[in-house]
């Protein structure tokens, strides 16, 4: 009996793998894509849409999707490209794509640089020269309060074009404080580890004129991470902790979810993903305000998660018009209006629900097309930022500054020579 | 004859056929990863690289392990005199200037300071190449000198405790085991919410207890709490597991020994120690090799309470060479610390056989 079930099994999976051969002969071919959006169903329903649509609207590829959990994503690319057994559509989160594009994960993405033209400068990801991933949209950090707030306690509302200044920001900070209303009159989001650290902390330290490693030669750290600039930065942030105003490593997450909300924080530094909740909560009191300029123009991080073709892959062109195919307008609006993400181009936007001329959230569009930095374009990104994060954290512990700055840009730096200059 | 050996043969030989799934795991999900390792750990190997693999013989265990010392003089005047602060201490010159491009001190090129302290009017400094790894190893170090014997000793009493026949004790035995059936991830994320700094369940309780006059501590977010929250936690969560262990030595007591002193007049302390104790023997080895073994490998509490913070009050050994094997990409530096752990847990497990060995 149980042999028999044993053979069964055996017969019934070995049915597929014979038949996969013949199916090539006559039929579309499979492109293989993974995403890492696994575990949200409205994002799975706009994807499996695109898929759908693609797979009909021709007859020479047949896209099969395959879903993971983001927090397990990268780790399941790596162990498939140790093991040889890349997807031929992948998608990558945009600082890491040089990582992966060095390391040989992915190839050059054939798509004409015309037909991207107006697509926000976040969602292009180029490494050597060349277009390697393309994202169907862009995020974006601002700083969220409510307008009664700043009236109330007498704070200049910035602008686009005026934001506010390192003094009228501390002296905002300081009378919020003063006020005693708040637990913290401002919230980085300390809470949220890992990439959040330098994605919304690098720009206030490149608005400071530092930056995490040096963007002429990508080959050292020395005098940008540690330099006047940065060290002017660093102090300012433990100022924040050391004064109170921020609440340090140990934030709870839920306060991160619900502090301005229920009116611990006054100012929270948070995304264009938060926004929906915001104004959900606040309605027209809601304000998304630009970053403060600290000296060298405010900044805010750009690039978010993109599409790119494995190195592997037989297919590329497949692959590539797949990609294109996606990168239509009225699916990045479709993403944009179900999880409040930005639209890469101004004619998705204008079709948009949240970032038409005149809806709540069109901040957010303007911030990602003039102050948006792309992290460092290396692939040592990947150990810089967790340098990066390490540093911040010991800083906002009170650490000091200039030699946690000093050993972070000697880390780097060590690694990068390691690396043999990762291949710039 | 004839017939006995053959028969032994075959026996031989479908035991092993028994062990091969076993050792063929074993061999292949422990013994390979960790000769693998040993490889690694003299190779410049990454995770994600297209560089050429290159041997570098013990350079990673160098960069990890060296140690060195700086003694500073205090910076003086162009007079002579000694340079004072407004708050009359002495300034030093800073040490990043005898480690970095030095011509005169080429033996301290890249090191960073580790701790250092006042000697006289000098400042003594103690350089590391890696200060992170060594304050990982020194919390680890006082992670299982705290918890090995406190969890052991708690373990004890409560197997002491419910080893009595009475109504409803099984209640009790599920109530302590429980901690250890439940992931240790989620064990730390409650606990998470149990020390938080503001309105956590126990600055709560402080506060109510003390009628107010206990300020809340942020027990995670401030270096001198840290480590000694994420002990008390690992404490609570494992006892119950070692509590079973300690009960089925209790367990293996001949009654008759009991018996024998309750009739010699022993009291219940006499009791323990000439009855109890001495049957536990060969448990207490176990229990405490067990422990040691668990706590050098400190990982999951703190990748989820701490991560490593505040001021790397709570980095640990396994936490670094998963940080720097995957987090920094460096699988070679991953796998020379975890040379270092094996080799420092074998040792440490000789040493408690050797010292708890039947004398003869």
Request: glycine share 8%; net charge negative.
């Amino acid at each position: 009996m149980k042999t028999k079930i044993m053979k069964n099994v055996l017969l019934a999976s070995t049915i597929p793998l014979l038949s996969l051969g013949s199916i090539n002969g006559f039929a579309a071919t499979e492109l293989s894509l993974w995403y890492h959006g696994a575990g949200n169903p409205v994002e799975a329903k706009i994807i499996d849409q695109i898929v759908g649509d693609f797979n009909a609207s021709q007859s020479n590829w047949k896209v099969a999707l395959q879903s993971f959990p983001q927090e397990s994503y990268n780790d399941s690319v790596i162990a498939a490209a140790l093991a040889g057994n890349l997807p031929d559509i992948l998608d990558v989160d945009g600082p890491v794509m040089p990582n992966w594009a060095w390391a040989g994960y992915l190839q050059p993405l054939n798509i004409n640089s015309a037909a991207i033209e107006d697509f926000l400068p976040g969602t292009k990801g180029y490494w050597d020269g060349q277009l390697y991933s393309l994202g169907l949209w862009d995020a974006a950090v601002a700083m969220i309060t409510r307008k009664s707030t700043l009236v109330e306690a007498n704070i200049r509302i910035p602008t686009l074009a005026q934001p506010w200044t390192l003094t009228e920001f501390n002296a905002a900070l300081a009378t919020l404080k003063q006020t005693g209303k708040y637990d913290y009159p401002f919230d980085p989001g300390l809470a949220w580890k890992g990439e959040w650290f330098p994605y919304a902390f690098s720009p206030f330290l490149q608005s400071f004129g530092g930056d995490i490693i040096d963007r002429e030669s990508y080959q050292t750290a020395e005098g940008v991470l540690n330099g006047d600039e940065a060290i002017a930065f660093g102090e300012w942030w433990q100022m924040l902790f050391q004064k109170g105003y921020s609440p340090g490593n140990s934030q709870d997450s839920a306060d991160r979810e619900t502090g301005l909300v229920e009116g611990k924080y006054a100012i929270q530094w948070n995304g264009n993903w938060t926004a929906l909740n915001m104004l959900k909560a606040f309605g027209d009191d809601v304000l998304f305000l630009p970053a403060p300029d600290f000296g060298h123009g405010p900044k805010i991080g750009a690039a978010s998660w993109q599409f790119g073709v494995s190195a592997s892959t037989s297919y590329p062109q497949g692959a590539a018009d797949f990609i294109q195919f996606a990168t239509q307008d009225r699916y990045m609006t479709a993403f944009s209006d179900a999880i409040g993400l930005i639209p890469p181009t101004k004619t998705a936007a204008a079709a948009s629900e949240h970032y038409r001329q005149g809806a709540p959230m069109a901040t957010f569009f303007e911030l990602s097309a003039q102050q948006a930095v792309l992290r460092p374009v290396t692939p040592g990104y990947v150990v810089a930022a967790k340098v990066f994060e390490k540093a911040l954290a010991d800083i906002a512990d009170g650490a000091d500054v200039v030699d946690t700055l000093d050993n972070a840009a000697d880390e780097i730096n060590q690694d990068i020579r390691r690396n043999l200059g990762y291949g710039h | 004859m004839q017939k006995n050996s053959s028969s032994l043969t075959q026996h031989n030989r479908s035991g092993w056929l028994f062990a091969l799934p076993g050792f063929g795991l074993m061999m292949l999900f422990i013994v390979v990863p960790f000769v693998f390792a040993i490889v690694f750990s003299m190779t410049n190997q990454r995770l994600i690289s297209p560089n050429p693999t290159q041997f570098v013989g013990f350079e990673n265990y160098r960069q990890l392990l060296s140690v060195n010392l700086l003694v500073l003089d205090p910076v003086s005047t162009e007079t002579g005199e000694l340079k004072q602060n407004t708050d009359g201490t002495l300034t030093y010159p800073r040490i990043r200037t005898f480690t970095r491009n030095n011509p005169n001190y080429p033996h301290l090129q890249g090191m960073k300071e580790w701790f250092s302290w006042q000697w006289q009017d000098k400042q003594v400094a103690i350089l590391a190449s890696d200060p992170v790894f060594m304050k990982a190893v020194v919390n680890t170090f006082l992670f299982v000198m705290v918890v090995a014997p406190l969890q052991g000793a708690f373990a004890l009493a409560l197997a002491l405790l419910i080893n009595q026949r009475l109504k409803g004790i099984n209640v009790y035995r599920a109530i302590y085991f429980m901690p250890v059936v439940v992931s240790i991830v989620v064990v730390s994320i409650l606990w998470r919410f149990i020390y938080d700094g503001q309105n956590g369940l126990l600055n709560n309780l402080l506060h109510s207890v003390s009628f107010g006059h206990l300020a809340p501590v942020d027990w995670l977010g401030n270096p001198d709490t840290a480590l000694g929250s994420i002990m008390a936690m690992s404490i609570w969560q494992a006892v119950g597991f070692h509590m079973v262990i300690w009960l089925s030595g209790l367990q293996t007591i001949s009654p008759t020994l009991y018996e024998a002193a309750k009739i010699e007049g022993a009291s219940g302390w006499q009791t323990f120690r000439y009855v109890t104790w001495p049957g536990l023997k060969n448990t207490a080895v176990l229990v405490l090799i067990v422990i040691t073994m668990q706590a050098f490998a400190l990982f999951a509490q703190i990748d989820v309470m701490t991560n490593g913070g505040p001021l790397d009050s709570t980095q640990t050994i396994v936490f670094q060479a998963v940080e720097r094997g995957y987090g920094k990409q460096d699988i070679s530096g991953g796998s020379a610390i975890s040379v270092v752990l094996f080799v420092i847990v074998l040792s440490i497990s000789l040493l408690q056989r050797h010292f708890t060995r039947e004398k003869k």
